[in-house]
């Protein structure tokens, strides 16, 4: 049985969802699996938030991926489209090696979003 940390398990950790302590505290009580969602900030940023209001004080993706590599398997929700460009030319910079690169899991609840991340 796999077991997620969907947002870093806030409930278990009683950390804020989607930020660095609530992944640590996630990793601290045994979750190998981790879910996040990525919205754009207003200034362009990717920014781990799940809802629109929260994309404000969101914390960064840049900020969070050393806490979130740690994971055996990390799912990377893309909430909006105007994330998926900046989200490809993040994960182009990014040192990724092949062994991360195949923990990695992008995914959408919308099919535009997942075809235009597919094409890029």
Do not use: C
């Amino acid at each position: 049985m796999i077991h997620i940390a969907h947002r870093g398990a806030p409930l278990v950790s009683g950390a804020t969802p989607n930020s660095a302590a609530a992944f640590a505290a996630a990793l601290e009580v045994g979750f190998t699996h981790v879910e996040t969602d990525l919205r754009l900030s207003p200034d362009g940023h990717i920014v781990l938030a799940h809802d629109t209001e929260e994309s404000a004080t969101g914390e960064a993706l840049d900020a969070t991926w050393p806490i979130l590599r740690q994971f055996a398997w990390i799912n990377l929700e893309v909430k909006e489209a105007a994330v998926v460009l900046p989200l490809v030319q993040w994960l182009q910079r990014e040192p990724i090696d092949a062994a991360l690169f195949q923990r990695i899991l992008i995914s959408s609840f919308e099919p535009a979003i997942l075809a235009q991340m597919y094409q890029l």
